[in-house]
């Protein structure tokens, strides 16, 4: 008997081939979907890590430092080998070759344009270079080695001469470094064409290897004149040394990591083969992608639940159609069990059908990136493949197994009658009970969330929240769709809108099951557009108050030892900032010399007094650029102080601060600022007084501003960081408000016109803030795509099927006189019903999490801008509808063409 069985459910596939066709597609869509999930993990893994291991895997042996090889980067281990390890390398009898990879950030100007480069001290010795390479190894510290990417980027070639400033001497005189001649004496090319190594820069000679033994040495004047060399030696890294050992076996390694022991985690290095340092690295990369495998995962899970509701549709009204054919079986000896099997052969055949061809097609479209993006490492891994599969073919055996067992629940006999149709369960109490249950919890973790807004807990709670009660309002839609359906059916005053509400309604299963596909799509992609809306309204809103400046270019610094060359900069940018774009006031602020505030009301009585820069704005200009000190007037001899150090230091109408310049010194009264303002301003007057506002010089620093017992080279960056009077600002307002390209596009002319250097303010912020978000907003909605896809051909299926049951009834209509327009209308509405309602329910709940999420995730202080993305919504509305025509029209066409005679006949 189960032979016969399963040559009859082959049978039902050929029969009924069309009528699975869209549940295949939609199968193939969620395969498709976790596969290309998968292989996107793989790739972005392979990626990263051919980036950043590309050259550790050609080396033989590397010694890390203790922070280096840490699996924590919170662990306190010291970072960087020191002058005695690299020492011992160099000294150990084991070693034949070694290469110190000394190296800081940098950058080269080449023809006015400027390159972020890693600075890499070059190995003396062919064998230890990671890359093949064409020329020489640089050896003096005017000779280069570049990548064949930056080669090609900027017209290089082997022999080929730079002109820039010093490489060494920026590091600590940024704007005052000679300008030098350099040699290219070898182009190297990395195996990956995006591997980090392309922005390497390898210099000959030892500068760099000086630069960081000087940052070990105890100076005892670090902290006063050599403070600039100092933080620019302590800016130098060595994390780790190529080691070419005269043995190359594991315990030769071995041996040699016993000899560099010093008994201290904190502090001893580790020795790696160059196969195992690239796994280390690898390991401290995953961790990179927890958030995001985590978020991916869930939109494949959201794709696959999406498929179920699909699924389950179509073999509920396939199975409702055969009733008699399998009551006949029944009469003839099949077993409840073996036609439950049956169906299952079937849905297994489906799953595995489609599931192989949308895995297939995500591996083609891999190949296909692959052949125009040559930056990516496509992972092809083939478990990718087989977990897509196997999850599909799953879920499509389960999504059928319901309707399979509610068909054997009727009786042979009454299933032999000819008007028998599967009967159609009323919702479970049940269901009600727990879809409350999860609202009140959802609710009380969203209020949870509210209460703790801005801290880890509270996004913990609000992501919670959100869960359970989208998840309530799922179990909920029985309840919740059914309503609204009948509520929109009120409108359809026609023949053909009343028929269309009688339909949608006949069957609350079927069109509960359809409505929670469109439902659990459109809800999530309201949820993330409303959640971005607000959330980047409120933190542009917060930005334009904490930065109240747009941008801030600053001239001058402890470095500086030509400030009228500074101050020319400053008003030579002036001049081109004010023809940009959408900049609507402009400004040089000149130097002013310091303030020095005293100790905080909290402080420590041997913690040093704070001293502030001050700079010059004339009343006129403080209110243009900062509205809010409109009713602010500032006189001679006072200085307006932010707000926040008013409140930490004390300050009150009595207070009288000392300000310091090279002319000399003022006592001056502070005003507070009544804006979120963080700079100190005087009038240009009493700037005057303190500073040559045109050529302005440093203030000479206080050995006592800095604690004893600070270590040389803490002491020395706090020197070098401390405030010195001469700083130069450029102060820009932009118009308001600007969209996030307008945006973008005013910080790439202000860029361009600072000379290639980027200024700082609201507007670079809210760049950073518009391209994260932005970019998970564009992939998560790509994402979801899918997965409203996936309910458009759940729509589809279930109205053709639905049409289909219905032929002789729809015959009989158009036997009665209903035209075919009528009928296609009919069809149409019913569809329309079913999305509209789902559509209308996700946006309003949508919506109300969204905004929720996006409040729990502002701190406590941040004002909320409830900027809801209207055209967005309208958007999602119009696709449902247009969706639900479109859904509806091969159905729809097809009824109306079929004859009433035809129609009428036993099916």
Not at 118 to 143: M, N, R
Not at 422 to 428: D, E, F, I, S, T
Not at 566 to 584: C, F, H, P, W, Y
Not at 787 to 814: D, F, K, P, Q
Request: hydrophobic share 50%; net charge neutral; with cysteine.
């Amino acid at each position: 008997m189960a032979t016969n069985l399963n040559t009859v459910a082959r049978a039902n596939l050929r029969a009924s081939k069309g009528k699975y066709t869209l549940t295949g597609v939609g199968i193939g869509i969620s395969a498709f979907f976790i596969a290309a999930v998968l292989i996107l993990m793989g790739t972005l893994q392979s990626t990263l890590t051919a980036s950043v291991g590309d050259m550790y895997s050609k080396m033989q042996t590397v010694v890390a430092s203790a922070g280096a090889s840490s699996e924590s980067t919170n662990s306190g281990r010291e970072m960087n080998l020191t002058s005695a390890q690299v020492k011992a390398l160099e000294n150990d009898s084991a070693v034949e070759k070694i290469w110190a990879a000394y190296s800081v950030q940098n950058s080269i100007t080449i023809n006015d344009s400027k390159s972020t480069v890693l600075l890499v001290q070059a190995p003396k010795d062919t064998a230890l270079s990671p890359f093949p390479f064409e020329g020489k190894l640089p050896s003096s510290s005017t000779e280069l080695m570049v990548s064949k990417s930056f080669a090609t980027k900027n017209n290089l070639s082997v022999g080929s001469k730079l002109t820039t400033p010093n490489l060494i001497q920026q590091l600590s005189n940024p704007n005052g470094a000679d300008t030098t001649e350099y040699t290219v004496t070898a182009i190297f090319e990395t195996t990956y064409s995006d591997s980090s190594a392309n922005s390497m820069v390898l210099m000959g000679g030892t500068e760099l290897q000086t630069l960081a033994a000087s940052a070990e040495a105890d100076n005892a004047t670090a902290g006063t004149a050599n403070a600039p060399a100092a933080a620019a030696a302590g800016s130098v890294q060595l994390q780790m040394a190529s080691v070419i050992l005269k043995d190359n076996s594991a315990q030769a390694r071995a041996d040699l990591q016993a000899r560099l022991d010093t008994k201290d985690a904190n502090t001893a290095p580790k020795v790696f083969s160059g196969e195992e340092y690239v796994s280390l690295l690898q390991k401290h990369l995953s961790s990179m992608f927890s958030m995001l495998t985590t978020a991916l995962g869930a939109f494949a899970m959201l794709a696959l639940l999406v498929s179920s509701f699909v699924i389950s549709n179509t073999f509920a009204v396939l199975v409702g159609q055969r009733v008699r054919e399998l009551a006949l079986l029944r009469t003839l000896g099949a077993r409840g069990k073996s036609l439950v099997r049956m169906l299952l052969v079937e849905a297994l055949a489906i799953g595995v059908i489609f599931s192989v061809i949308g895995a297939a097609l995500a591996f083609v479209l891999a190949f296909v990136v692959s052949i125009f993006f040559d930056t990516f490492v496509i992972s092809y891994d083939l478990s990718a493949f087989v977990v897509a599969v196997i999850l599909c073919t799953l879920v499509t055996v389960l999504a059928s197994l319901a309707p399979a067992r509610t068909a054997l629940r009727i009786s042979p006999i009454s299933a032999m009658r000819e008007t028998t149709s599967m009967a159609l369960r009323k919702p479970h109490w049940a269901g009600l009970v727990v879809g409350l249950i999860l609202a009140a919890l959802g609710a009380l973790s969203m209020n949870i969330a509210l209460g703790n807004r801005g801290s880890s807990s509270g996004l913990t709670y609000a992501f919670m929240g959100t869960f359970l009660l989208a998840i309530a309002v799922f179990v909920l839609a029985p309840w919740i769709l059914i309503p609204v359906i009948r509520f929109f059916g009120l409108f359809t005053r026609s023949q053909t809108g009343k028929l269309a509400l009688a339909n949608a309604l006949r069957a609350p299963k079927r069109t509960v099951s359809t409505g929670r596909a469109v439902l659990v799509g459109t809800m999530i992609v309201t949820i993330v557009l409303t959640g971005h809306s607000v959330l980047s309204a409120s933190i542009t809103s917060m930005m334009d108050k904490v930065f109240p400046i747009a941008a801030v270019a600053s001239y001058g610094g402890s470095t500086t030892t030509d400030g009228a060359a500074q101050v020319n900069r400053a008003e030579s940018t002036l001049s081109k900032v004010q023809g940009i774009k959408n900049v609507d006031y402009a400004v040089v602020s000149y130097a002013a010399g310091t303030v020095n505030f005293g100790k905080a009301t909290d402080a420590d009585p041997s913690t040093p007094d704070t001293l502030m820069n001050m700079n010059a704005l004339s009343e006129e200009q403080l209110h243009r650029l900062l509205p809010a000190e409109a009713n602010t007037s500032l006189k001679d001899n006072e200085v307006l102080v932010p707000a926040v150090s008013w409140k930490a230091f004390g300050f009150n109408d009595s207070t009288r601060l000392t300000a310091k310049g090279p002319k000399g010194e003022l006592q001056l009264k502070p005003v507070k600022a009544n804006s979120r303002m963080t700079d100190v301003f005087v009038t240009p007057a009493t700037a005057a007084q303190l500073q040559d506002l045109k050529n302005p010089k440093a203030v000479e620093s206080d050995p006592a501003a800095i604690p004893e017992g600070v270590p040389a080279e803490a002491a020395a960056q706090m020197a070098a960081s401390a405030p010195t009077g001469n700083v130069t600002m450029l102060l820009v307002q932009a118009k308001t408000p600007l969209s996030s390209q307008e945006n973008a596009a005013l910080q790439e002319s202000l860029t361009k016109a600072n000379g290639g250097d980027d200024m700082m303010g609201s507007l670079s912020m809210r760049q950073v803030f518009d391209q994260v978000l932005g970019i998970m907003l564009n992939s998560i909605l790509a994402l979801l795509a899918l997965a409203v896809v996936i309910s458009i051909i759940g729509i589809a299926n279930t109205m053709t099927l639905s049409v289909n049951e219905r032929r002789r009834e729809n015959s009989m209509l158009r036997a009665l006189g209903l035209a075919r327009s009528q009928l296609k209308s009919m069809i149409s509405l019913e569809a329309i019903l079913i999305t509209l309602s789902a559509v209308v329910v996700s946006v309003i709940v949508g919506v109300s999490l969204g905004a929720l999420t996006a409040v729990s995730v502002l701190d406590k202080d941040a004002e909320i801008v409830l900027a809801l993305p209207y055209p967005a919504l309208i958007l999602v509305l119009v696709v449902g509808l247009l969706s639900a025509l479109a859904a509806a029209a091969l159905p729809a066409s097809r009824s109306a063409k079929l004859s009433p005679v035809q129609g009428m006949r036993t099916l």
